[in-house]
């Protein structure tokens, strides 16, 4: 609460005790000839009235809503619908400078949308919303520091056309880029599930790449120790007939003796008919 005494100073009442000086009386009662003052502030959407009596100002942040009209530079004409997030934080500066202080913060930031918007067509406007009130924002920070007020934040929360038939363009437009962007988005699942699977298959042919050569390696590994097994037992063969075989090519064609005889014994094991033929005899054998 503000008070005018009857010389005509200013003295701030306020509710928060932090906010007291020590001079301050805890409590105060109103003197003669003093009166509680009165600011006449505009309300509604557009602040066409100006009958909101306020004697008592809360000094906590809030938010006030207004609309306006402006013009593209395409002449599509636009009404805005506007959010700001607001606080009084110099009560004295802002009673000195302003007497209706909605009405000022209306027609300044009116102004510079109007003033920003005309540069810009519609579809730059719709794509650069947030920029252009950042910017607005940004650049009123000096008008409002002068009326004792800080601006939390200002946000376009709608927009719409005043004509009607622009205004039905206007959403067709926006449905549009709705169902484009979907569509994109619908692309872009598709294409990383694609990938996905791609990568799977591409860790799989890994892992059967890192299979194959494990196999083809043990695959050495075995033969290697086969084929040891089998020149260790030809070469002992071979080194204990060499007393009783001394021709080495003997030796040698005793143990070839030996594998037919028992690649033979193999086959007949299984079980299979054997034919014996001349060097000299072309057979082939036919079975229906």
Not at 212 to 218: A, G
Request: charged share 30%; proline share 2%; with cysteine.
């Amino acid at each position: 609460m503000i008070i005018k005494d009857k010389d005509g100073q200013l003295h701030f009442h306020y509710g928060n005790h932090e906010k007291h000086t020590s001079t301050e009386p805890k409590s105060s009662f109103l003197q003669p000839y003093a009166e509680i003052v009165q600011l006449w502030w505009s309300s509604g959407l557009r602040r066409a009235k100006r009958d909101l009596c306020i004697e008592r100002f809360d000094c906590r942040a809030q938010y006030m809503w207004f609309e306006f009209d402006c013009r593209t530079t395409d002449n599509v004409e636009l009404v805005l619908e506007v959010t700001m997030f607001w606080e009084a934080v110099d009560l004295a500066k802002m009673i000195r400078s302003t007497g209706n202080l909605p009405g000022d913060v209306y027609n300044q930031a009116r102004s510079q949308f109007i003033k920003h918007v005309a540069k810009v067509t519609l579809k730059r406007f719709m794509d650069e919303l947030h920029s252009i009130s950042s910017s607005i924002h940004t650049e009123d920070a000096n008008f409002y520091e002068s009326r004792g007020v800080k601006i939390h934040s200002l946000e376009v929360t709608r927009y719409s056309c005043s004509d009607k038939r622009t205004s039905e363009v206007l959403q067709q437009i926006i449905e549009e880029t709705t169902n484009r962007l979907n569509r994109l988005s619908q692309a872009e699942s598709e294409n990383e599930v694609k990938l996905f699977r791609m990568q799977g298959l591409i860790e799989q042919e890994k892992m059967n790449e890192e299979l194959l050569q494990i196999q083809q390696k043990h695959t050495r590994a075995e033969a290697h120790v086969a084929g040891a097994a089998e020149a260790e037992r030809v070469a002992a063969f071979v080194q204990g007939l060499a007393e009783p075989v001394p021709k080495l090519e003997d030796r040698i064609m005793m143990w070839q003796v030996l594998r037919k005889t028992d690649a033979l014994t193999v086959i007949s094991e299984g079980g299979g008919n054997l034919y014996y033929t001349p060097n000299d005899v072309d057979l082939s054998i036919r079975t229906d």
